[in-house]
């Protein structure tokens, strides 16, 4: 896992402890690129699947997750019409590496053909790396774009998809002028390339990047300087990775009292605005942007999974699902290579709990994303979610 998605920042350094070395090594080791990784099946027998989990943690965190994936991952076996699923769950203690590469031997040698999980990036890496070669493929619940590739596939939502998403929204209402504004670490640095590279390729201008340091203090010693950078470039958009739950009230506060016309240089979120009901009264972010997941399927799941299992789940636990689902609905279809590269990056790609999401070969994914903006305090849908592939918004 490498994004913020609704919790604090400060865990995040420990989402990134391998290098894009190590992640090269799992594609190098015995897999081409464009090998077509994954095992054969009998559609008409059960699959057998592998959820590898963060139980068995020190973190309670952790272990919450855990019983969540798991959780849905029952859910969607449930749900299943026309295929089923034989589960197997294996521990991970957190992120240990070492931990998720012995979970996921394990796995294969007892027959596991495709592995869900494991949640943190440097433990999907090192999944994929133990299995290299054994024809299995990882289908991880990480967003980090640096462990995916050869036969591992992230599942959570990247900063990329989200960035491609607002430009092309924002384009299409005249606005082509970003400046980026991120702060000084290394979500805040990958942030600021997935934005760049969304404007660069969609046609925009990138007219300057400015960058904070992240604390109360680094981000007034900086305001001045970045209020008279989004003036002097002429930005019709100030893009910026600031989180919910860290330094965006404060980027949207100082901001504009420093003298940043939001009317002129709208605010534009990389990150949630909608899972802290207060940002929504902060006057910097009137009129910004921000994306979602789809707002309605989001809650049927949760609304079935609380009704299920009596709480609510955790934002991340429908990736499980999600998981189980494409599976599921490849093997319905009578399709013996229902776990294969090929079949999972079908361009129809499958409906998932927070919305239509599909596979890429270069192991990363595509997830439609609804455009919102705050509005008298209230969050407000401007375009929906996309419902498939090959649409406006995708």
Avoid at 128 to 140: F, S, T
Avoid at 190 to 196: K, M, N
Avoid at 262 to 288: H, K, M, Y
Avoid at 378 to 390: D, K, N
Wanted: glycine fraction near 12%.
């Amino acid at each position: 896992m490498f994004a913020r998605f609704s919790n604090a920042r400060k865990p995040l350094a420990r989402f990134f402890a391998f290098t894009a070395l190590l992640w090269l090594a799992a594609c190098d080791v015995t897999l081409a690129p464009d090998a077509n990784v994954g095992r054969q099946i009998d559609p008409g027998k059960p699959i057998e699947v592998a959820l590898l989990v963060p139980g068995g943690s020190a973190q309670e965190t952790d272990n919450q997750l855990a019983r969540n994936f798991e959780n849905a991952a029952r859910l969607a076996i449930a749900d299943l019409e026309g295929a089923s699923v034989d589960l197997r769950v294996y521990n991970t203690a957190g992120g240990n590496p070492q931990q998720a590469a012995i979970a996921a031997t394990q796995a294969v040698n007892e027959g596991a053909k495709i592995i869900i999980g494991p949640l943190y990036g440097e433990a999907a890496n090192a999944a994929g790396v133990a299995i290299a070669g054994r024809d299995v493929n990882v289908l991880a619940f990480s967003n980090n774009r640096a462990f995916a590739g050869g036969n591992v596939f992230i599942l959570g939502s990247t900063f990329d998809n989200t960035a491609e998403r607002l430009v092309q929204f924002g384009l299409r209402q005249g606005v082509s002028r970003y400046m980026v504004l991120h702060g000084d670490d290394l979500p805040g640095r990958v942030g600021r390339d997935a934005i760049t590279t969304a404007v660069q390729q969609n046609g925009g201008e990138v007219v300057g990047v400015e960058s904070y340091p992240l604390s109360q203090q680094g981000i007034f010693t900086s305001t001045r300087r970045i209020v008279s950078s989004v003036r002097n470039s002429g930005a019709q958009a100030v893009f910026t990775t600031a989180g919910a739950n860290a330094d965006l009230p404060i980027i949207a506060t100082a901001l504009p009292d420093a003298g940043m016309d939001t009317s002129r240089s709208r605010f534009i979120g990389l990150t949630r605005w909608d899972t802290l009901p207060q940002l929504a009264a902060l006057p910097g972010l009137e009129g910004g942007l921000f994306a979602l997941p789809d707002p309605g399927t989001a809650a049927l799941f949760a609304n079935r999974y609380a009704a299920t299992y009596g709480e609510t789940p955790h934002p991340l636990a429908g990736l499980a699902y999600d998981g189980i689902a494409a599976i599921g609905a490849l093997a319905a279809a009578g399709n013996t290579e229902a776990l294969t590269k090929a079949a999972l990056i079908q361009p129809q790609g499958f409906r998932g709990t927070s919305g239509v999401f599909r596979l890429l070969p270069n192991g990363l994914n595509q997830r439609g994303l609804a455009v919102a903006t705050i509005q008298n305090n209230q969050v407000m849908i401007l375009e929906q979610a996309p419902r498939s592939f090959g649409g406006p918004g995708l």
